[in-house]
């Protein structure tokens, strides 16, 4: 078969087009026509940190919370071994459980200060080990924010430390039945880890049943380029999701239109993902009208996702 010169970049040109729209069509919307593909595995379980929901006491949170359908629980990790048996007598009877448990840990793991690092280490264990106790899904760890300084630089070897640092943290979530989580950050947050891949990655290397990551819709507006890629970069190891508003980081909903998470949704549906969506936000209005609106807006998005 002969092609002549025009016959082929008409060939290429058409090659490239097609290639092109395959590449963007994950994070365009699709036509109101075409059947959404759904899986039964994938659910959305919503769950609240300890501020979200209205009420004086774990108790009238929770009562909040059944009410409204909510069944996860995200504490934060501060004394929470000291915490174990109050949080149990308050899910007692209730189909609310445990989702993930927010950092709360002292120090942090990439200081240059080896007392530093032993902190965060110790602390972290103390945590996870609450956390097996209450049937978390994993205890969520930032290595470094800004204002922790001195830190060990950006290089291969601070990696490959992370690294080693992790299989030990890992292997000690594993025997606890729980994983510790990376989240990935902001760049006006963190210097190292700020999109999912990079998490995702280090999972990848680490290989351990102990060490997953997360995706956060408030970080990922202004680091991701794409919602639906970001998840599905984390493929397996996606562990938790947090969630805001996708200006001012309050109430889902409360920035109108900007509070679009359908490709997200898209992602976790195609991932099957059936762990927690997690309220990580202010409020700056009434709780018990906007908390309510916000759990309607993200079944509605997921329903069309």
């Not at 300084?149 to 290089?155: D, E, G, I, R, W």
């Not at 999972?203 to 990922?220: Q, T």
């Not at 202010?282 to 906007?290: A, H, S, T």
Request: aromatic residues 8%; negative net charge; charged residues 25%.
């Amino acid at each position: 078969m002969t092609i002549d010169r025009r016959g082929f970049i008409k060939t290429a040109t058409a090659t490239v087009v097609a290639v092109s729209g395959s590449a963007l069509a994950g994070c365009a919307p699709k036509p109101a026509k075409e059947e959404k593909a759904k899986s039964n595995a994938a659910a959305l379980n919503i769950s609240f940190q300890e501020g979200i929901a209205p009420g004086e006491s774990l108790n009238e949170k929770f009562d909040f919370m059944e009410k409204i359908g909510v069944t996860g629980f995200e504490p934060g990790g501060k004394g929470l071994a000291g915490h174990v048996e109050e949080i149990r007598r308050a899910l007692n009877g209730r189909n609310i459980k445990i989702s993930a448990i927010c950092a709360g840990f002292d120090g942090f793991i990439l200081s240059t200060d080896e007392d530093i690092r032993r902190q965060c280490m110790d602390s972290m264990k103390e945590i996870i080990a609450a956390a097996g106790e209450l049937g978390s899904v994993g205890v969520i760890i930032v290595p470094a924010f800004n204002g922790q300084k001195p830190a060990l630089p950006h290089t291969q070897e601070t990696r490959d430390f992370l690294c080693e640092q992790f299989t030990e943290m890992g292997n000690f979530a594993a025997v606890h039945n729980t994983t510790v989580i990376f989240e990935p950050l902001n760049r006006g947050e963190a210097f190292y880890l700020r999109q999912v891949a990079d998490a995702a990655s280090l999972c990848r290397d680490i290989n351990n049943p102990g060490v997953r990551c997360m995706g956060d819709f408030w970080h990922m507006t202004s680091e991701e380029t794409c919602d639906m890629g970001a998840f599905l970069s984390a493929g397996e190891y996606l562990q938790h999701v947090h969630i805001a508003s996708r200006k001012r980081r309050s109430m889902p909903g409360e920035d109108g239109e900007a509070d679009n998470y359908i490709a997200g949704f898209k992602a976790l549906k195609m991932l099957e993902y059936n762990k927690y969506v997690s309220f990580e936000c202010g409020c700056r209005g009434d709780r018990n009208v906007l908390v309510p609106a916000a759990v309607e807006l993200m079944r509605k998005q997921w329903e069309d996702a």
